[in-house]
């Protein structure tokens, strides 16, 4: 069984809206492309490196209509690498109406979405959902996902859509491997899903904080 790996790029607060460009998702979100001045040598490497080994692309629609209209003319520029990844990997998209899916490899997912990605999860090792925050919430809800990557942004904007919204359901996650910090603040986290509920403690309770130091 392959697993499910989402790749998103958020602020501090947790704002994953528009990273790429002032006009990827303009309504009501006046700072659209607010990751372009953060990037940097470090960054861009742990981004390519994250896709290593990706056999197939899950994408919202409003990502995959982005991605359509911009990586089927990378290949042979600054991009290359990503692009022909992008490009020669099937494409699996999430969507209730008619997308275009002229991108070569494209196809819709059927209505009922935790089926499809079972099915996604039989035929593929590496699945990378990308951006699609509202399609992230449905399986992080659903709990359809297997590892999260989070590239954390050293801004807080205050307005935007997040990465976990009021309906995600409580769950655990276990960080797969030591944090990584480009030179202008932006942090790697790679977390595996973990079973169980957050459980609670008493900070009061003999041995632990600074209850425990007195």
């Known amino acids: 069984m392959g697993l499910i790996q989402i790749e998103l790029f958020a602020t501090v607060d947790l704002v994953a809206q528009a990273p790429g460009g002032p006009d990827e998702d303009p309504v009501g979100f006046p700072f659209g492309g607010w990751q372009a001045p953060l990037l940097d040598e470090v960054t861009g490497a742990q981004i390519l490196a994250a896709y290593e ?3 197939a692309l899950l994408l919202g629609r409003r990502t995959y209509d982005i991605f359509a ?4 003319h990378q290949e042979g520029g600054e991009d290359n690498e990503i692009a022909t990844l ?3 990997v099937p494409k699996y998209v999430a969507s209730r109406g008619r997308p275009d899916l002229s991108w070569a490899g ?3 997912l059927g209505p009922d979405l935790a089926d499809a990605v079972r099915g996604i999860r039989d035929r593929h090792e590496r699945v990378k959902v990308v951006g699609s925050l509202n399609l992230v919430q449905t399986l992080v809800r659903e709990k359809l996902f297997d590892r999260l990557d989070l590239w954390l942004h050293p801004i807080v904007l205050g307005v935007g859509k997040r990465v976990f919204d009021t309906g995600s359901l409580p769950g655990n996650l276990t960080l797969l491997e030591p944090p990584v910090a480009g030179p202008k603040g932006v ?3 790679r977390y595996g ?3 169980g509920t957050p459980v609670t403690g008493d900070m009061s309770a003999p041995g632990r904080g600074l209850a425990g130091d007195r």
Do not use: E, H, I, K
């Open 86 to 88: 992008f490009n020669r």
């Open 53 to 55: 080994g990706t056999d």
């Open 106 to 108: 494209s196809s819709q």
């Open 187 to 189: 942090v790697y986290l």
């Open 193 to 195: 899903r973990a079973d």
């Open 69 to 72: 209209a911009y990586w089927p």
